[in-house]
């Protein structure tokens, strides 16, 4: 799609005179020639240097950072670049459905009553779809993998090899992605063109949803292990062998590290890192990255033994005032 035509459809000016043809829609940092992108506040600016981007959706008081980063980067100038990159997301989401290829199936696999596979999806060898489960179009299924009935797997979603999905669980789904207008107050879709990547012996939990990424990929890494009723939001990433309990949740662009434990209820705020080999107990929430090898307690999330500190003076303060003393 022509430059020119993507500043028509966000009736916004194109100040550069240069034409160039954008295909898709990246992250800053992972952005390539031919695709645009977006910055929302300046402390991003910094990072516009290493961006191979051709585009890009920017402030008016961060025009003159830009030329002085990367000045072969177009600039497109908006009021608001969130709210515009949710607008053209629309424009470059992809058809649900068009695929001409029918599914290649192994003979070794099982496909019971009632399952619906999409055009160009690929099942491996001795995978097993129960009742009930629905594959999108461009799917790739690994080998001697298990779907139990009523599973849900959206498009371009890829599951590798001893992958087990639980009943009802829903992969690949668009995460809670909006961006609201100040000035009208309406939440603007952000259409999430990214994927689902799940690795190697992972088994996901009934009822669980796993959304696709907005730009790259969602990735649920090599052993992982997710229990019943788990959310786990766009563009996050599973470490290696790491342990998710029941009614956990993970916000967008969370990252667990390698032997990550969440118990029950616990949760994590967005954008956020924690480390390999670290514990949140019961209830805990991560609302800052988190160190690794360390077991956290409570909400904000606090160091174990810190917490039980705590705890143990809270309830002296409550014994007082018992006694009124």
């Known amino acids: 799609m022509k430059l020119q035509k ?48 051709s585009a890009l959706l920017v402030r008016e008081c961060d025009v003159v950072n830009l030329k002085q980063h990367n000045a072969s980067i177009i600039p497109l100038v908006c009021d608001d670049p969130h709210v515009a990159i949710a607008r053209l997301s629309k424009l470059f989401a ?53 779907l139990y009935p009523n599973v849900v797997i959206y498009a371009d979603t890829v599951l590798c090899n001893r992958v087990f999905i639980h009943a009802s669980s829903v992969i690949g789904g668009d995460g809670f992605g909006y961006a609201r207008c100040k000035k009208t107050g309406e939440n603007i879709k952000i259409y999430h063109n990214g994927i689902v990547y799940i690795e190697d012996d992972v088994e996901i939990g009934a009822n669980s949803a796993i959304d696709r990424a907005v730009f790259g990929q ?84 606090y160091e174990h033994k810190e917490w039980l500190k705590m705890q143990a003076l809270l309830r002296k303060m409550t014994n007082i005032k018992r006694w009124g003393c």
């Open 218 to 301: 969602t990735r649920i890494k090599k052993g992982a292990k997710i229990d019943n009723l788990v959310q786990v939001g766009h563009n996050c990433s599973v470490g290696e062998f790491s342990l998710i309990a029941g009614q956990a949740g993970l916000a967008g662009s969370t990252t667990l590290g390698r032997n990550v434990v969440m118990a029950g209820q616990t949760g994590a705020a967005g954008h956020l890192h924690i480390g390999d080999n670290t514990t949140l107990t019961v209830r805990s929430t991560a609302s800052k990255s988190l160190a690794p090898n360390k077991v956290y307690s409570g909400y904000p999330s």
């Open 6 to 53: 993507i500043a028509e459809y966000l009736q916004i000016p194109l100040s550069s005179g240069r034409e160039i043809e954008i295909h898709s829609l990246a992250s800053l940092d992972e952005a390539k020639q031919g695709q645009i992108s977006f910055v929302m506040h300046s402390k991003y600016i910094p990072m516009l240097a290493k961006s191979q981007a």
């Open 94 to 146: 992809k058809p649900l459905f068009g695929g001409k290829n029918p599914p290649q199936i192994d003979p070794s696999a099982q496909i019971l009553e009632r399952v619906s596979i999409g055009n160009g999806s690929i099942i491996g060898a001795r995978t097993i779809l129960m009742q009930g489960v629905v594959v999108g179009e461009n799917v790739r299924i690994g080998e001697d993998c298990i």
